[in-house]
């Protein structure tokens, strides 16, 4: 079964540091781009940064760059995002999410969340 | 960056009803649009990708039409499991932004 299964979330004071994790299965991990994306309480999706399948070529959205790191290991089929500088306004449901192998793929895989709150 | 502007922002039809949102991006995108949508408290589940392909397992009644900047989901015959909120998504680069959700419900 095709699976990604997210941890390393919790409670974290303001301005302090967490990593998350996203453990994927089932598929050539290899082969994808991952991302995460990320929602608020109540709120919408928010696209939070992506990873090429070899880490080539990474992205950001301009909330967290310069806060945030997205890695992967491949070797553990395993997708990272390294949270710096916590704030408030990063409180929301991480999810990971795999990007489809061809040109006009879409993010078709997505795990059930991780939760970060921020907060004193 | 690309802003992703949908409209409306909630809705409510009957059941059996052709229901239509729509996604307008601030600059074209070519095909990369998708549409996904997502139940109270779940996972989003995508619909549709390059704008008007059909993701497998999903119902024929969804639809997805446009290029450049203007989008459009169809639902032919809304059925009581399509309540949701749906988001369109471009993803041709990055920040790939998500419009801000149509909330559907059944009137």
């Known amino acids: 079964e095709v699976q990604l299964v997210e941890s390393g979330g919790g409670l974290v004071q303001p301005g302090r540091s967490l990593r998350l994790s996203c453990a994927a299965s089932?598929?050539?991990?290899?082969?994808?781009?991952m991302h995460w994306v990320r929602q608020a309480p109540g709120k919408g999706l928010e696209w939070v940064s992506g990873?090429?399948?070899?880490?080539?070529?990474?992205g950001y959205a301009d909330s967290v760059k310069g806060r945030f790191t997205i890695s992967r290991d491949n070797a553990k089929n395993s997708l990272y995002l390294q949270m710096n500088s916590l704030r408030a306004e990063d409180t929301a449901l991480y999810y990971c999410?795999?990007?489809?192998?061809?040109?006009?793929?879409?993010?078709?895989?997505w795990g059930q969340g991780t939760m970060v709150t921020v907060s004193s | 960056d690309i802003q992703m502007t949908q409209s409306p922002s909630s809705l409510s039809a009957s059941v059996g009803d052709r229901v239509t949102i729509t996604c307008r991006a601030s600059?074209?995108?070519?095909?990369?649009l998708a549409w996904y949508q997502q139940k109270p408290g779940k996972v989003p589940k995508l619909l549709i990708y390059a704008a008007s392909t059909l993701q497998s397992g999903v119902p024929s009644r969804f639809s997805g039409s446009g290029s450049g900047t203007d989008f459009t989901l169809t639902i032919s015959s809304l059925q009581p499991e399509d309540v949701a909120t749906y988001y369109c998504q471009k993803y041709n680069s990055a920040p790939h932004s998500f419009g801000q959700g149509t909330k559907l419900e059944i009137k």
């Open positions: 089932g598929f050539t991990f290899d082969d994808y781009a």
């Open positions: 990873i090429s399948w070899n880490s080539g070529s990474t």
């Open positions: 999410a795999r990007r489809g192998l061809y040109r006009y793929s879409a993010f078709d895989i």
């Open positions: 600059q074209g995108i070519s095909n990369y």
